[in-house]
């Protein structure tokens, strides 16, 4: 009897190919391009007519000396033994600060202090509204007309409110070149720019991290002004079905609604302050729909020679609002979460085989990095059930500053005037 010939997968219409193709994470649809003429024809214009939205695993996004100032590298966690170098458009990627990470997009500062949204799998990158248009910002001009420096006003929502106070207020000068590293703290993209024009940008700011948004298509920022005589301080923030939660370094959340009118909102105190400034604090949502805060404690490491910060404990509790408290969280069961300058999210593992259940991705917080500029970055693993921290990769083959190392979700997705 003749054994039958091996299927030849070279020879799969393109329809039915690009089908299977649309199906697999880009390090094998990458390495699909490499079998033939019709797979590499097949993989690119699945890329080029913005076909390829497929969920991708969590990769880290980061800069090295042998990419260049204008390409990233990509690892993967879904392909642990290659890293992947992308191209990125001016301004160049090393030489932009990283303020947020959220739906497959960066939020990026540049190296005068301005904003963009840079989607690295794609090189797409749209500008947010001018920095001197946030309600704390004045900018200040030379007898040229050219500008010299940047001046941050410090006020709240309390008493001190008005424009006009300003020669009473404490207020701080900086050039354009280094405002970004004393102004923001975290950015946050309620949806990807991708997959239409309704996206809002939440920006937590100096002076004492107060909130700003951005709707697409603004030519401002507009000033969550709370309206009490109580600085909040924001550290955190999320977004789902309209409405963004904004956590305060004490634990409080405010829902904040932007969606419903062009330059307003709505916010409430939806929980009160759950516990002192113990470390760093992040809000997530589960898949169930229940809202977490994450505690990160980090701590000096006497061992290295700068005496590097290192991740030494992660706690997290369930928010109960019936009770006003948190309850304890022994375990985190068939989800991996992720904290630091990328959105906060919590993501099953069912859905996502190549992480790890139970346990918690990290990068440094932008707002912190600038004080530790030089020092090794602390990216790594949390095993939440043995309280115990990896590295991601070692030796750490990143660049330190200014472009630190960030978790991001790619997408391939490209909006409407590219596709």
Known sequence: MDTPAAADWS???ADVLGLVLLELEFPD???????????????????RLGLYSRAQTPCLLYTTAAAGPRAAVLYSLADKTTSYTVPLPDPPIAERHIVGSSHGWLVTADH??????????????LDLP?????????????????LNNYKLVYYDGGGNSHRSN?????TVTHPPETFREFLYLKAVISSDPSRGDDYTVMLIHHPYLQLSFARSGDKKWTWIKMGNNECEWFEDCIYHDGVFYAQTV????????????????????????????????????TTEGDIL?????????????????R?????????????????????????????GTSYSMCLPVKDYPHLMPNHIYFDDDYGYLVHRKHLRRDVGVYDYTNDTAIDVEYPQPWLNWPLAPVWITPSFTKTAKYS
């Not at 709505?266 to 809000?283: A, D, F, Q, S, V």
């Not at 805060?293 to 061992?303: A, F, I, M, Y």
């Open 11 to 13: 020879e799969l219409p």
């Open 250 to 285: 004490h634990g409080a959340i405010h829902a904040i609604d932007v969606v419903s009118a062009s330059s307003s909102f709505t916010h409430r105190l939806i929980l009160k302050p759950t516990m002192g400034e113990l470390g760093t604090l992040y809000i997530v949502r």
């Open 311 to 339: 991740t030494t404990e992660i706690g997290v509790y369930k928010v109960d609002y019936k009770k006003q408290d948190l309850d304890d969280v022994d375990d985190i069961g068939n989800n991996a979460l992720f904290i």
């Open 130 to 146: 001018p920095v001197a248009t946030i309600e704390h910002v004045r900018p200040l001009y030379d007898d040229a007309g050219n």
């Open 166 to 170: 300003d020669d009473d207020m404490h």
């Open 112 to 125: 005068r202090s301005e904003l963009h949204l840079l989607n690295p799998a794609t090189g797409e990158q």
């Open 29 to 47: 649809l990458f390495r699909s391009a490499a079998v033939c003429k019709l797979w590499r024809a097949t993989a690119r214009d699945i890329r």
């Open 293 to 309: 805060q994450v505690l990160r404690v980090t701590e000096e490491d006497e061992g290295s020679e700068h005496k590097d910060v």
